[in-house]
């Protein structure tokens, strides 16, 4: 079991930055692969990036490929999303999310634990 707790959103204007953090808890974190995601009113959940068990493979969306970057310390148990030149159509609410497995994957029902989610919003 996986328990998830994200932390660091908040009000940005666009071209600013934010770091998200997720904290982990269970000794199984280092073996199994994390994604963020994230949801605007109105729309479904949408993949944001991905990072496998060591960390050496990330995939990012298209929407944000070249301005966020996932990375995660195994010794520390936690995940990050640093998310730069931030844009308006980026505010939503960002959740951690954790696999059973330590492959990546791009799909929210490939995902068996999620944190309670971080909003993030930014001003234009």
């Known amino acids: 079991q996986v328990q998830l707790v994200e932390s660091g959103g908040g009000l940005v204007q666009a071209g600013g930055s934010l770091r998200l953090s997720c904290a982990a808890s269970?000794?199984?974190?280092?073996?199994?692969?994390m994604g963020w995601f994230r949801q605007a009113p109105g729309k479904e959940r949408e993949f944001v990036a991905t990072?496998?068990?060591?960390?050496?493979?990330?995939y990012a969306a298209d929407s944000v490929k070249g301005r966020f970057t996932v990375t995660r310390d195994n010794a520390k148990n936690t995940v990050s999303l640093q998310m730069n030149a931030l844009k308006p159509e980026d505010t939503a609410v960002y959740y951690c999310a954790g696999r059973r497995t330590g492959t990546t994957a791009q799909e929210r029902w490939d995902y068996a634990y999620w944190g309670q989610g971080t909003q993030v919003t930014v001003s234009s």
């Open positions: 269970g000794r199984i974190f280092s073996s199994v692969a």
């Open positions: 990072i496998n068990f060591s960390g050496r493979i990330t």
